[in-house]
């Protein structure tokens, strides 16, 4: 009956948010997964178990995952709901929680699930966005994909240095988007597989890794052109023509 309530109960919630319009600020499926996350912590408080600073940190964490999903993109929101459905069902193996009710874990797991295929199902739609319409991102993306071209046609051409040096020029243009900036290091580190460049294929490793979790806090050293060939902290100076780029893009007018 739990995994019956938690699945009907989702659906509901679903079709009210469309109804009533909540969705299309992007924000609530974010929030949802919010409320979610802090049950366990509600519970290990009503029952005074000692759990509640385990169960706080997992909080954190998906609380983390909605806002970062919300500032970039909704695709993290649906794996985060996915991913803490999982947890349910592993959680009494984990966290000795004597607060937790018996029926919440698969309860709450029907319900996980359910909310995130909804979610994924209203994004392959186009009904929701997934990244917003005037983010950084999306107004930067077609002077990214001009360079990530002219890397590939250089590289395919027998010029991996200068396709690298367009993956460098990506990279300054995208930074300031966590999906651009990801994508951007994933380019270069297939550029280091294809090359068999060990110090790259590993450099690029990290800074995918840092990119995804830092950029949305703005935790990017501004300029700098990406490589393993230069320190990832320090920022650089902005060729003018890619300050252009980004100045239009990062503008009022742009938006409009």
């Known amino acids: 009956m739990a995994y019956f309530i938690g699945f009907a109960l989702a659906i509901a919630v679903g079709i ?3 109804v009533s319009g909540f969705d299309r600020d992007r924000s609530a499926y974010s929030i949802i997964l919010v409320v979610i996350a802090s049950y366990y912590c509600l519970f290990a408080v009503m029952a005074g178990s000692s759990a509640l600073s385990w ?42 929680n004597v607060g937790v009710p018996a029926w919440w874990p698969i309860f709450c797991l029907s319900f996980d699930v359910t909310a995130g295929a909804y979610l994924a199902w209203r994004l392959l739609s186009r009904k ?20 990530l071209a002219a890397a590939r046609a ?40 294809r090359r ?13 890794i840092g990119a995804a979790a830092g950029t949305w806090a703005g935790l990017v050293p501004q300029g700098n052109t990406g ?5 990832a902290f320090t920022p650089m100076a902005i060729p003018d023509d890619l300050s252009s780029q980004i100045a239009r893009a990062r503008s009022s007018d742009a938006i409009a």
Not at 69 to 91: E, K, M, P, Q, S
Request: charged share 15%; no cysteine.
């Open 196 to 208: 068999h460049n060990l110090r790259e294929v590993v450099g690029q490793t990290l800074r995918v």
């Open 227 to 231: 490589g393993a060939n230069v320190n």
């Open 55 to 96: 169960e706080t940190g997992v909080f954190i964490a998906f609380a983390l995952a909605a806002t970062i999903g919300f500032r970039t993109n909704l695709w993290i929101v649906v794996v985060a709901l996915v991913g803490h459905g999982l947890l349910d069902w592993y959680h009494g193996q984990l966290i000795d």
């Open 128 to 147: 929701i966005e997934a990244t917003s319409p005037s983010s950084f991102g999306r107004r930067i993306n077609s002077h990214v994909e001009a360079e």
């Open 16 to 18: 009210f948010t469309t």
């Open 154 to 193: 250089a590289e395919f051409g027998g010029d991996p240095q200068t396709g690298f040096q367009h993956l460098e020029r990506a990279h300054v243009l995208g930074q300031r988007s966590t999906i651009q900036h990801v994508r951007v290091h994933l380019h270069m580190l297939m550029w280091g597989v």
